[in-house]
């Protein structure tokens, strides 16, 4: 039996999620950039900005994969509240006109006696199974176990951003970032026994990040976007230069089709058509939303 063209009601809550999809979500306090940005081209920080008009929207794919994430996000967030009442949940906080807001704040003393004193700040994040394959070494095809990458570094320095934001605001000490990944196919039983993977790693991987890992990057980063927001005060767009998986700086190139960054860039025909190196607001075809 092949499936019909135009499903009646399989597709109800997809078309729900994309047309959630299509509006804009404003930064935590309102300001001009955001902590999630970490990692991105400057090219797309500065359009962010801006207020660029955004021409290339996230298609019923990516809000299919963004929607669902979030459903999982808030139904977590609800599972952790009633073990650890004291949790607080998307604590916002800002770094000069950078902004964002963690999933969840937990005095640290609830979750380990050692971390008596300090908060932890949690992160989650969900993926499909290439990127989750990746940071917990996994080769599900061959069924075997190697070194995990562990979570993604733009992950951890988004955390950590946000980590020093809540700190200089609240006067608290946060020493550990904790990442959550999850994904949505569960390593097989079979695999799974082979591979020796327990019940709660199969769906999904915890990392406790201690401070001397976060806080670097996010000082980098954070140092990073203040030279963009300073390029955007004297009305200067940044060039397409993000970080890639190891921290390097790369060059991307949104004609080549070789940079994913740039296949879920909202902003690609108009990157396009500035083409690369720094420019100028006046020069850009950029158009205000
Ligand atoms: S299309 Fe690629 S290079 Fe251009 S702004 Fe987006 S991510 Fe940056």
């Not at 009601?9 to 930064?27: C, I």
């Not at 950039?33 to 801006?50: D, K, N, T, V, W």
């Not at 955004?54 to 990516?62: A, F, H, Y």
């Not at 397409?240 to 070789?258: Q, R, T």
Request: aromatic residues 8%.
């Amino acid at each position: 039996m092949e499936p019909v063209s135009k499903p009646v009601l399989t597709h109800l809550l997809l078309e729900e999620l994309y047309e959630a999809s299509k509006v804009a979500k404003p930064t935590a306090r309102g300001t001009a950039l955001r902590y999630s940005s970490a990692g991105s081209c400057e090219r797309q920080i500065s359009y962010m900005g801006l207020g660029a008009k955004q021409n290339t929207p996230m298609d019923r794919s990516g809000a299919w994969a963004t929607g669902l994430g979030t459903i999982v996000h808030e139904a977590l967030q609800g599972a952790i509240s009633r073990v650890y009442p004291r949790a607080e949940f998307e604590v916002s906080s800002q770094n000069g006109n950078i902004s964002g807001s963690c999933d969840a704040l937990v005095p640290g003393e609830d979750l380990n006696p050692e971390w008596a004193g300090t908060w932890v700040l949690y992160e989650l994040k969900t993926m499909g199974t290439y990127s989750f394959d990746k940071q917990v070494g996994w080769n599900r095809m061959r069924g075997t176990v190697g070194m995990g990458e562990g979570p993604a570094l733009k992950a951890i320095t988004q955390a950590g951003m946000n980590a020093l934001g809540i700190e200089s605001e609240r006067k608290i000490r946060i020493e550990n970032v904790i990442m959550g990944s999850i994904t949505f196919e569960a390593l097989s039983k079979n695999k799974a026994r082979n591979m020796d993977i327990n019940e709660y790693n199969r769906q999904m991987a915890e990392f406790h990040v201690p401070r001397e890992v976060w806080e670097p990057l996010a000082l980098a980063e954070i140092k990073r976007f203040g030279s963009v927001a300073d390029a955007l005060e004297r009305n200067i767009i940044g060039d397409v230069i993000a970080l890639g998986d190891d921290g390097e700086k790369i060059m991307l190139n949104p004609e080549s089709g070789k940079y994913w960054q740039c296949d879920y860039c909202a902003y690609r025909l108009t990157c396009m058509e500035d083409g690369p190196g720094i420019l100028s607001v006046s020069d850009s075809v950029m158009e205000k939303q």
